[in-house]
């Protein structure tokens, strides 16, 4: 961050595309730490992941699960992650906040969406049983390996957190003028 202040524009960073998870991520971090890094646009993260792992691009955001195999071999080196709390998979790697910017976090998400005009009574089985498949060890197996956590919740509570995150994300959208391709 401190070279990238100091020369502006010298340092790239590549994305999956045009409001891609990766491109919001530094477009936050840029917001963040008051700095600039050009942006470059890929076609999906093979070939961004292509050009930063031969060194055309100077850094990249993405996901845990993709960038684990490539970091344990030392193919690439990361610097910080986006989560609230260092990842198990990575314990010595401080997350972004740690290294000075408190409150900055960004994690990627799923969840379950269903039509407006279904029964509540719909809704409550579908929210129960994806808790119950998400809970199982298997699920959670995998979802350790991938550097992911399930979380869950209720309808209300999810719809709570997916409020947040626009609002949250309207403002990274609007400074950096992010539009989709």
């Known amino acids: ?23 919001l991520a530094f477009e936050y971090l840029k917001m963040t730490a008051d700095m600039f890094m050009l942006h470059v646009p890929y076609r999906g993260t ?8 031969s060194g055309r ?4 955001a993405v996901g845990a699960a993709a960038m684990l195999p490539f970091i344990k071999s030392g193919k690439v080196r990361c610097i910080a ?17 740690e290294q000075g910017f408190p409150g900055f976090e960004m994690t990627q998400w799923y969840g379950m969406l ?35 956590e399930a ?4 309808p209300a509570q999810f719809a709570q957190f997916i409020a947040a995150e626009q609002g949250r994300w309207k403002k990274v959208l609007l400074r950096a003028k992010v539009k989709p391709d």
């Open 151 to 154: 979380i869950g919740g209720t």
């Open 46 to 53: 093979g070939p961004m992941m292509t050009d930063l792992l």
């Open 1 to 23: 961050i401190a070279y990238a202040k100091k020369n502006p524009a010298k340092l790239s960073y590549g994305s999956a595309g045009n409001g891609s998870a990766g491109h």
């Open 114 to 148: 269903a039509p407006a005009s279904l029964p509540q009574e719909h809704i409550d089985k579908l929210a129960a049983e994806t808790m119950k498949a998400v809970r199982a060890p298997e699920s959670l197996r995998r979802l350790n390996a991938d550097a992911a």
């Open 57 to 60: 691009l100077d850094a990249a």
């Open 81 to 97: 992650t986006g989560s609230a709390q260092r990842l198990p998979q990575l314990p010595d790697v401080p997350t972004v906040a």
